[in-house]
């Protein structure tokens, strides 16, 4: 501990970084973050370090944060479709990842400020009250971000006996957790007088908190085996840039045949997000994408019925360009002799909307011609099975999405993504991840179809059913059950989420009004 104690302020950075690196995949040693940010808050806690200097190194450490995340996990290649040349991508992303990644690490920083305020302001109590604050700059910069994914919570992965505690206050439960362990652990290295076997509070902490993760466990497999049991399909496609093909529909119709093959037949199938194109003229759109489109939903209907060997149920993935100018991301719903559409009600930005529009030039701006769904689009598809969520690509990183849908009736849940501009398998890990996480908040089962990457169904546990290997031509297939019990988040996420906010605007309020550091 007196080594730790000894190091400088940037090695201590370095090492919170190392043991960062070390939680999240590949290597995946997930226990480190407990530990992980000691050696950071333990500099942010130190009346040793200047603040100004602990405030810019925090900010910097949270612009690594972003940029790690955005290159190692969420970094993409330009959209061919759009038209753009890849430069003038290439210089945008440039940019907008260093204005992110600033922004990111700006809210890193006064953290930082904040917390040493209070700590030299004598708060008690000062790591649940630092952790409750963690958690309110997460739901900030979850706004600001554009719900990119990043709450320290996700590294742990949500079959694990800890993230079965999300089901009480969504990932963001997760996090104080991890933020609280860490922490604790600064609070007795900062005492005078050390008492050593105070150490094993945190761990004695963790342990409880595993015990209770266990009987959430216990207790949800319990009712889930006692609910309707249906089989669920997630169809995947390895398809590049020759997204819109008769190739690649083809590879759909075969896969769609080959799953229906066996003993049993599934009864739900899911086709992942933009597999095909409604347009009924020949527009700019279709001429740049290797076309292969319908100019109606009833030729859509006719080529997916096509593949069906029975009535199954199935969830395909389109893009309506109906309306001149204008595209909408949506799904398409076939069930006994009826058809249903739902329509994406976020859109990821810089990929299907730009952000301050008027800022950019006429030209960038025609390629962005994405809208949310306002009118003519339900935010439930009515199975015979139950009402269905559905998800679209980056709607799986906002947890208020899922939650209302499970609160307003889902019984289960659909992801729809296209990663074919993805560039690592880390993201793809990640976003199984995250995926994971809603069916456990919500204690729904999810089945998630994605191009390009991996597929996955998931049951109320987060615990992978099966997958499909990486850009492949496959199929992932088994049986969730259905319930009806609501977890926790699904029935009182919101009145955590005020308390976070409340709370943390309280304590920044306080640390302004502590006296200034001498």
């Known amino acids: 501990m007196e080594k730790i104690t000894s190091l400088s302020m940037t090695e201590k950075f370095v090492l919170t970084s190392l043991l960062f690196v070390l939680s999240v995949p590949p290597l995946n040693l997930w226990p480190f973050v407990f530990v992980a940010f000691v050696p950071w808050l333990n500099v942010v806690a130190s009346e040793a370090f200047p603040l100004k200097k602990v405030v810019m190194g925090s900010t910097f450490l949270g612009f690594l944060y972003f940029v790690f995340f955005h290159h190692v996990y969420l970094v993409s290649a330009p959209y061919p479709w759009l038209g753009i040349s890849p430069v003038v991508v290439w210089i945008t992303v440039t940019g907008l990842l260093f204005v992110f990644g600033l922004l990111h690490g700006l809210g890193w920083g006064v953290y930082a400020w904040i917390a040493r305020r209070l700590i030299v302001g004598r708060i008690q109590f000062f790591p649940v009250a630092l952790s409750v604050l963690w958690v309110f700059f997460e739901l900030i910069l979850f706004r600001l971000n554009w719900n990119m994914g990043l709450s320290i919570g996700y590294v742990i992965p949500p079959q694990s006996m800890f993230g079965q505690l999300s089901s009480i206050g969504g990932v963001w439960f997760i996090s104080f957790l991890v933020v609280l362990v860490n922490w604790m652990i600064v609070q007795e290295i900062k005492r005078e007088k050390r008492i050593y076997f105070r150490f094993f509070f945190p761990v004695f902490m963790v342990i409880c908190w595993y015990f209770v993760g266990w009987l959430f466990r216990a207790n949800i497999e319990a009712i889930e085996v006692r609910g309707k049991s249906i089989e669920g399909v997630a169809i995947q496609v390895s398809n590049g840039e020759e997204k819109y093909s008769a190739e690649t529909n083809n590879k759909y119709k075969v896969l769609l045949q080959e799953a229906q093959d066996g003993a049993r037949l599934p009864q739900?199938?899911?086709?992942?997000?933009?597999?095909?194109?409604?347009?009924?003229?020949?527009?700019?759109?279709?001429?740049?994408?290797?076309?292969?489109?319908?100019?109606?939903?009833?030729?859509?209907?006719?080529?997916?019925?096509?593949?069906?060997?029975?009535?199954?149920?199935?969830?395909?993935?389109?893009?309506?360009?109906?309306?001149?100018?204008?595209?909408?991301?949506?799904?398409?719903?076939?069930?006994?002799?009826?058809?249903?559409?739902?329509?994406?009600?976020?859109?990821?930005?810089?990929?299907?909307?730009?952000?301050?529009?008027?800022?950019?030039?006429?030209?960038?701006?025609?390629?962005?011609?994405?809208?949310?769904?306002?009118?003519?689009?339900t935010p439930l598809i009515q199975t015979p099975h139950g009402p269905v969520s559905v998800l679209f690509c980056n709607e799986l990183f906002d947890l208020f999405l899922a939650q209302e849908d499970v609160k307003r009736g889902a019984m289960f849940l659909t992801g729809l993504a296209s990663d074919y501009t993805v560039g690592t398998r880390y993201y793809v890990e990640w976003q199984l991840r995250i995926a994971g996480y809603r069916a456990v908040e919500n204690w729904r089962p999810l089945i998630f179809a994605a191009s390009d990457a991996r597929s996955a169904i998931f049951d109320v546990t987060g615990r992978m059913l099966s997958v499909t290997s990486f850009r492949s031509d496959s199929f992932a297939r088994a049986d969730i059950h259905l319930i009806t019990t609501q977890s926790p988040w699904t029935k009182f996420g919101e009145y955590m989420v005020t308390f976070w906010v409340v709370v943390g605007i309280f304590l920044v309020l306080l640390a302004i009004r502590t006296k200034k550091e001498d």
């Open 268 to 377: 739900f199938f899911v086709i992942p997000e933009t597999t095909y194109i409604i347009s009924p003229v020949d527009t700019q759109l279709t001429q740049v994408s290797s076309p292969y489109f319908f100019s109606s939903f009833e030729d859509l209907q006719k080529n997916l019925v096509s593949s069906l060997t029975f009535r199954n149920l199935l969830l395909a993935g389109f893009v309506d360009y109906r309306k001149h100018e204008k595209l909408y991301n949506g799904a398409l719903f076939l069930g006994d002799g009826n058809l249903e559409t739902d329509y994406k009600r976020s859109l990821f930005p810089f990929g299907e909307f730009l952000p301050l529009k008027r800022l950019w030039s006429p030209y960038i701006q025609s390629a962005f011609r994405f809208v949310p769904v306002q009118d003519g689009g």
